[in-house]
């Protein structure tokens, strides 16, 4: 896995601006909003950079894919979150990510899932990690060795009719009905749209990122009128105020 430092601003700088060039619109989102906005920093507890954005196509999600993992190989799409995500290890071995999650519109709401991890099947988290290897093999960092390679190819490429084959939207539909068909459990969230229809700019490691215009209102519809209040123990499946 690639190396960093956690919320390294030379690799946020990098991150930020292929967003900008692939996306429509994007901004800070969930727990980094709220330590952007309340502390002008990341929150210190935290272990990934939350980034919202509009849902266009299949091909934008696919466009955008291949432009990040020309930089960071081991980026996937999480299909059950609808989220790209960027991972990290820093030099003592924890893990850090960028969590680049896609906004879908219904009437006057943005919508998004969140896989429930805690309810899981054993079966249900081993088909889980495996489209996720499928991601970062496959679509991402292939195998150095022949062997490695080989394996990929017979065991997951053919089978799955690998992206040489299919096109983008073919390939998105297949996982999308192999999800349907395991079941995993996940918790629906909605916000409402207009807190995403505008933006403003705010600093967050030197770098001016992009926030929802009513920054404040979002931070209390998500996290409640005490959201300026410390809550280490706050847990986005329980206690979010979009949960559906």
């Known amino acids: 896995m690639q190396k960093a430092q956690k919320f390294d601003p030379s690799v946020e700088h990098v991150v930020y601006a292929i967003l900008s060039r692939h996306l429509a619109s994007w901004w800070i989102d969930h727990g980094t909003l709220l330590g952007c906005v309340r502390d002008g920093n990341h929150l210190s507890w935290d272990t990934d950079v939350d980034i919202g954005c509009w849902f266009e196509s299949d091909e934008n999600i696919d466009q955008l894919m291949r432009a990040i993992r020309r930089t960071f190989p081991d980026a996937f799409f999480d299909p059950l979150a609808c989220a790209v995500k960027i991972p990290f290890v820093t030099d003592s071995g924890k893990v850090w990510l960028f969590d680049i999650a896609f906004y879908k519109r219904r009437a ?69 009905l192999l999800v349907r068909a395991l079941r995993f459990p996940s918790r629906r969230n909605a916000a409402p749209a207009r ?25 209390e519809y998500r996290y409640g009128n005490d959201w300026r209040i410390e809550k280490r123990q706050w847990n986005y499946l329980t206690d979010d105020g979009g949960l559906l």
Request: hydrophobic share 45%; aromatic share 12%.
């Open 108 to 176: 006057a709401d943005a919508l998004k899932a969140w896989p429930d991890l805690p309810k899981f099947s054993d079966f249900q988290r081993l088909a889980y990690m495996w489209l996720i290897r499928y991601q970062q093999q496959v679509l991402g960092r292939r195998s150095r060795s022949s062997i490695g390679r080989a394996f990929w190819t017979l065991a997951v490429r053919v089978p799955m009719l690998g992206r040489s084959i299919l096109p983008s939207n073919a390939r998105a539909g297949m996982v999308r």
């Open 195 to 219: 807190y995403f229809n505008g933006s403003s700019m705010r600093l967050l490691d030197g770098i001016q990122v992009p926030v929802p215009e009513d920054s404040e209102g979002y931070l």
